[in-house]
């Protein structure tokens, strides 16, 4: 059936793109990335603003990141900083994807779907 | 009397030139904005009828963004966390002046006298001072409590006597700035404690309150009595207690006082703290279900609503005052930033930013009397706030 066939092609595609993922650096499903993404920017941007450029926190721009290491960015993400206003987020997400939040930080992070269709 | 309706046409016809409707003549008393946080824009509202009257778009980055009213309660000053500070009319619903004031801001106040916008500054630190006629700077006072140092200023308040009082972040103080000489500011420094994140005022002006990030405790100075110094209020509170982690950090301007009573968030705790203002210790705890963002009072002090911090920030609790009973648990929606309560309190105003609505409540009976679309809305500001001190 056409159904059939169709539903199937989504699984081989989807398992396809979660093989590369895997292979690359375990991605977060894409639900859960935009769940990410719009946690950044609203829940870390109440401190480090909407836009990232800083706030109560410091900026969280690629050219501020760049020189320092992803796997201290990422335990501060998720224990925290002690002493300071920083809270750990590990009870809301993984390792993996704290991984991804911090690679994305330093990559530029990609805008929330709402500011997308609303930037001129 | 037909020579002064004329005379009135002709004004608001010179004003709305260029408009494309014409409103009527309206007072500015039951208006109001709400911040639509991503898009950068505001919904000018009304609350007599629970309306929308237009957006004003093109106001830049408004997370964290607050309004002020000017003296005549026609014009929003709103702060954007971009530096942006922009004069928007509430009748014409356009943009009268926008300046570019800073780097990172996330707040301001308006003189006694109604004639100075003051901004509280992030990058860089400190405070300045504009005509709030033309958003001309007047003069600024950085926060450089060490040389080279800078501090974020934060809790900034208007208090009588044209001053301004605000807490500093890094710097641990409590700096209140004079600007009776709008161009000589003079400014005296108060050692408040550790990493105070916002302040507020009392409804009269008399107290300024710092909550205390760094320490527990509450940092207090009596504007009458400034010569005293600051003193600690609820030291120690929760002190050997393991503090849970703060997602958000509370709001305390619009602050609840109520029945000789102040409550008030506790950071990091799921608790409403109840001090009793008359020795300023420790009534009451009440608990509720979350971290506490805003806390605030029904105008006639019978009802204190309280809105949480992620992740329990789609509910919204109202504690019945005289017995600091938790009375009902709503769920306004996702993503619960603001709440504003009309003058006198029979309704209040509830933003839900993932849910992109503002929900209208009648605050007796707990009903929803409206839903109105908004896109991401985060702060609500009724023009009322124009004659209140401290806001």
């Not at chain 2, 004003?15 to 009527?24: E, I, M, N, R, W």
């Not at chain 2, 709030?132 to 208007?158: H, I």
């Amino acid at each position: 059936m056409a159904v059939d066939r169709s539903l199937w092609v989504h699984v081989v595609v989807l398992l396809g793109v979660a093989a590369v993922a895997a292979t690359a650096h375990a991605e977060p499903a894409t639900a859960r990335q935009q769940e990410l993404v719009n946690m950044v920017r609203q829940d870390c941007g109440s401190c480090h603003g909407l836009t990232l450029q800083g706030g109560l926190g410091p900026a969280l721009l690629p050219a501020v990141l760049k020189d320092k290491p992803a796997e201290s960015l990422v335990a501060t993400v998720m224990m925290g900083r002690p002493g300071t206003a920083m809270p750990g987020w590990a009870p809301f997400m993984s390792e993996q994807e704290a991984e991804w939040i911090v690679a994305r930080l330093m990559q530029g992070f990609p805008p929330v779907a709402q500011q997308l269709e609303s930037s001129k | 009397m037909m020579g002064r309706m004329l005379g009135a046409g002709v004004l608001s016809l010179g004003l709305l030139a260029g408009c494309a409707q014409t409103p009527a003549l309206r007072g500015t008393g039951d208006m109001g904005v709400v911040i639509e946080r991503a898009t950068g824009a505001v919904q000018v509202v009304e609350h007599s009828g629970r309306t929308s009257l237009g957006s004003v778009p093109g106001l830049g980055d408004l997370s964290h963004a607050h309004v002020t009213y000017s003296r005549d309660a026609r014009y929003a000053f709103v702060f954007g966390r971009d530096g942006g500070l922009t004069k928007v009319d509430l009748l014409t619903q356009r943009i009268v002046k926008r300046v570019i004031q800073a780097g990172n801001s996330i707040g301001g106040s308006v003189s006694q006298d109604g004639r100075l916008v003051v901004a509280q500054n992030y990058q860089p630190g400190g405070i300045k001072a504009f005509d709030a006629e033309t958003l001309e700077l007047v003069s600024e006072v950085p926060a450089e409590y060490a040389p080279g140092q800078f501090s974020k200023v934060v809790g900034l308040a208007d208090v009588p006597g044209q001053k301004f009082v605000y807490a500093l972040f890094e710097a641990g103080e409590i700096w209140v700035t004079d600007f009776t000489d709008p161009r000589q500011p003079k400014t005296t420094r108060y050692p408040a404690g550790k990493q105070p994140y916002d302040g507020l005022v009392t409804p009269d002006g008399r107290y300024f309150m710092a909550g205390l990030f760094g320490e527990d405790g509450i940092a207090l100075l009596d504007l009458w009595h400034p010569e005293k110094g600051v003193r600690k209020i609820l030291d120690g509170y929760g002190r050997g207690e393991e503090k849970l982690p703060v997602y958000k950090m509370p709001h305390l301007r619009g602050w609840a006082m109520a029945g000789g009573f102040a409550f008030l968030p506790a950071i990091g705790r799921h608790e409403v703290l109840v001090v009793d203002t008359r020795t300023w210790t420790e009534a009451a705890r009440v608990a509720v279900k979350g971290q506490p963002v805003f806390v605030m009072a029904r105008p006639d002090g019978r009802q204190v609503w309280v809105n949480f911090a992620f992740p329990d920030n789609g509910w919204v609790q109202v504690i019945d005052t005289p017995t600091r009973e938790v009375v009902k648990t709503l769920a306004p929606g996702k993503a619960v930033l603001h709440m504003e309560f009309t003058p006198r309190g029979d309704e209040v105003w509830v933003s839900a930013r993932d849910d992109n609505k503002v929900t209208v409540f009648d605050t007796a009976s707990f009903e929803v009397r409206q839903t109105l679309p908004a896109t991401a809305p985060s702060g609500i500001f009724f023009s009322h706030r124009a004659a209140r001190i401290g806001f």
